[in-house]
Every structure is written in structure tokens, then in C-alpha cells.
């Protein structure tokens, strides 16, 4: 197929079943797909699911309200340190299979590190050596990866590193001076990780400095993910749908609870997490003006106010929350995340407006939190020695699509590739020279969004440039690991990379990394 064709019949794909036309090839592979993505993908249907303001459709799937609502939010379980020496922590971190009670009465199987969905919380010291030994008692090979951090690349988790089903190994590391901020942990085997997060595996990571400036502050740790249960209160297989666009749960959850109450009665730091396959988020606080003081890597050079964020799969961003602000506006407000467009394909619904959770404020607090003016210095990166461009594509073919629907596992026929290639793990992609500055331009030639991941480093985003307009500047300088690049935009970042290995860079929709959407760059 030649790419003018591709992408005609991606048009074809996008539009016949939007219009709900009964075009004769569509309405076949259509009818062919499993369960309730099959109706929801014909015309009448979605039209009427969509006047029910339903975006999943409702058929198969256990009602929202069977999930209780209304608790106050738990905080993480931390993972207690079992070193008694200084500069050191030691834990055991099992992953397997368990039954939760998430609906009364009912039993869910899930997936899970320490018997806790979502996961333990890791806590280290900048300069502290982890040393965590990993069993993998699930069904499946599986692996740990340490999500933005910098570690030695055999310790990175990736997808060539297997722990198979039984085994144990030891992940050990040393968090880096300069390291602070928020991260985290979850499986990473080619084809498997987005089962094995959607069935729960996923936990977060902070790393503390001794000289934080916000460090007085209390925080709140806000881990989003989403949860898809059948009737019967079962994780539901990924169906062709969820493979297309990713797979969005009808469960939006915070530390594994449906619209959790967050008590704000005094200045707080909040650290939030986007754990989902590819649910985006897009918070607000009832447009109510907060801060934003850090990103995947860290604090930000400065602070910066906003009324809303974008936070794409695998990203973190820190943000304070002032009661004495808030208390100007009211008592309670729901924190949402509006609805979004990321171009999901065949029918499937824009993500609609989603309540997060509820947030009560104290009315004690009348003076305004004193923010610093200055987090710490972040450095641009110097002048780039090498420039490369990484062009994101889809293929969608309907007859391998067709011949696949059915048969258990990854589906055929859906192509989600960086340069003209899939995932291979025997070939090297790319392939840079530690230490120096590198411009990466991400060309998305698609029309979905795909959050784009790299291992390894932090790196600084440039700008953006949608096709035939002018580059935007990024606002600020940040650290971050993954960006979002929405269809036919251009976004260029700097890094370097450190430390010599083998490093992944995927597409953070984990249904699209596992589709072969991931790269390997080797650094020497
Ligand atoms: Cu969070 Cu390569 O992944
Ligand atoms: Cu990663
Ligand atoms: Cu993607």
C-alpha cells in the first residue's frame, strides 16, 4: 500500500463510521469486532449512547455508581525501608495476581505490586543507593521500569531485560543529586505492558532533596488511573477499539478511589500522576487559579500560575494549592478533567468532562501562601552538535484487521510505527554519543495525539509548530521525559543523554507502544 492510500483509507476509517454510513467494507469489519465495541461502533448506537452522554457505550460494562464514592482520599502506602543503613533502601517488591474487593460483594482480579492497586509509594533521599528485590509471581514475564528516572541502563526495565514468571531479580540504583521530583514505576515487556498496567501494576516514586524550597509544605499525592470492569465486576480484555485509540476505563480513579473528597486546610503540594493507558487529562478546578511548580523532573525555575493543565499518559506535574484563594470562590469544587479530543478513531466519542474528585476547603486560612519567587536554576541546554526528526505514522489495514479479530491477543492490522518501522529488539534506531546536546524533532503524521516518552534523560521542549503555522516557543524552560504531539505538529526538544546503553523511546499510549509505536536509541 502506498502512503497517499494509507491514509486515504484512514480518512475512510475516520469518517464512514462517524457519518454511521453503511458502506459495505467498513460495515464487515465492523460487524466482525467482539462485544460492545462492535455496537458502539454502528451508527445508531453511537448516536444514541451519545445523547446518554455514555462514551464507552453501556453494553457489557458495569455501571459507574456500582463502584462507593465519596471517601476521603487515602494516602499511598509507602514501602517501608528495611535497610538499617544510612543511605540505603531496601525493600522486596512482589508482583502477582490477587483478588480485591473494589464493588461490595464482589471479587476483582487484578494485577498488583504489594498487594496494593494502585502500587506502593517509593520514597528516597537525592544521593540514597535503592536496592529492591523484585519477584514476579504473575503468569506472564515481566519487567520493572523506573519511569524518568536516570539509572544504569541494565537497571532501566526494558522490554529486553525479562524477570519470567517465578524468578526474582535485584533493581539497584542510586538516585542522583539533582534528581528531585516525582516519578514512577510499572511494567515494560514488548506486547504485555498495557495488560499488566491495566490490571493494576503501576506505582509511584518521589525523590526528595535536602534543600527543597517547598519542603515545608504538606502534600497530596494524587495517582490517576482508570479501571474498565465488565458486569461482573471483571478487568475486561482489551477490545480492537481500546488497540486503535487506547484503552480508557469507565472507572476514572484517584489512588484507586472514584471520586475521592481532598480536604485543602492549609497550603498543599500536590504531585500528580497520569498512570492511565491513554486516558488524558485535562484538570481544572473550576477555572480557579493555581501554581505549577514542577514537571516530570522537578521544580520548575519558577512558578507558574495557570487555571488548567494537559497531563498526557506517563506525565507528573506538581502544583500548589492555596486555600486562601480557593476560599475566595466557595467551599467545595470538583476537580474535573474536561473533555478532550485526541482524534480516536471509528466512531469512538471524544473523552467527555469527568469529575476527578471534590475538593473541600478549610475557611481558617485568610492569608495567601508567600511563594517563592525563584525554585532553582535550570540551565538551557547549549547549541546542538546533531538534529534528528522522528515521524510518527499509522497504517491501518482492514483485511489483516479482519483476519486477526478473534484470536486472543494483539490484534493484526493496526501499525503504529516511528520512521517507517515497528518495534524490533534486535535493531538499534538511533544511535548518539553521550554528553552531547541533541535537537529531537517529533513529526506526528497521524491524527491521534501520541505522548512521547524517551528513557534515559530529562529533556527540555523547544517549541511546537502545527503544519503551516509558525513555531510557538515553549513558555517556560522545564524538566520533562514525555510531551504530547497532537496530529500534524511538530515539537522539537533538546537533551543530552549521559549514560551509555540501550534506552526505549515509545509512544506513552501503551496500547500503541505494545502495537510496535517504540524505538530503541543506543548511547555510546
Ligand atoms: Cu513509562 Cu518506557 O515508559
Ligand atoms: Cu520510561
Ligand atoms: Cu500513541
Known sequence: MTKSEFLQRRLFLKKTVLAGAGVAASALAIGQMRGHDAMMAHGENHRSQRSQGCMMGSAGLLAVKALPAGGILNSLWRLPNLS???????????????????????????????????????????????????????????????????VPADQDGGPMDLVMPGEKRIYRFTASPGSAGTYWFHPHPHHMTAEQVFRGLAGAVIVRAKDDPLGALPEQHLVFSDLKLDRDGQVMENSMMDWMNGREGQFALVNGQREPIIKVNEPQRWRLWNMNSARYLRLSLAGIPFTVVGTDGGLLAKPQE???ILLTPGERMEIVIDPAILARYG?????????YDRGKMMGALVTPRTVL????????????????????????????????????QEVMDMQRMHASVGSSGKPQGMDFMMNGLLFDPERVDEQMNRGEVEVWEFYNNTDMDHPMHIHGTQFQVLDRQ??????IEEPFVAWKDTVNVRPQEVVRLKMVQETAGDWMYHCHILEHEDLGMMATLRVV
Do not use: C, D
Open 331 to 339: 467551599e467545595s469544587f470538583e476537580l474535573v478533567s474536561e473533555a
Open 357 to 392: 474528585a471534590n475538593v473541600h476547603v478549610g475557611s481558617g486560612v485568610t492569608q495567601a501562601y508567600a511563594m517563592p519567587a525563584q525554585l532553582r536554576p535550570i540551565e538551557r541546554l547549549g547549541e546542538e552538535v546533531h538534529t534528528r526528526r522522528i515521524e510518527l
Open 84 to 150: 538499617q543503613e544510612a543511605g540505603f533502601f531496601r525493600a522486596t517488591l512482589v508482583a502477582k495476581p490477587m483478588q480485591l474487593e473494589l464493588v461490595p460483594g464482589v471479587k476483582t482480579e487484578v494485577w498488583a505490586y504489594q498487594e496494593r492497586v494502585p502500587g506502593p509509594l517509593i520514597e528516597l533521599m537525592e544521593g540514597e543507593t535503592m536496592e529492591i528485590e523484585f519477584e514476579n509471581q504473575l503468569p506472564q514475564p515481566t519487567t520493572v521500569h523506573w519511569h524518568g528516572m536516570s
Open 466 to 471: 502545527m503544519s503551516g503555522e509558525g513555531r
Open 306 to 308: 495557570m487555571t488548567e
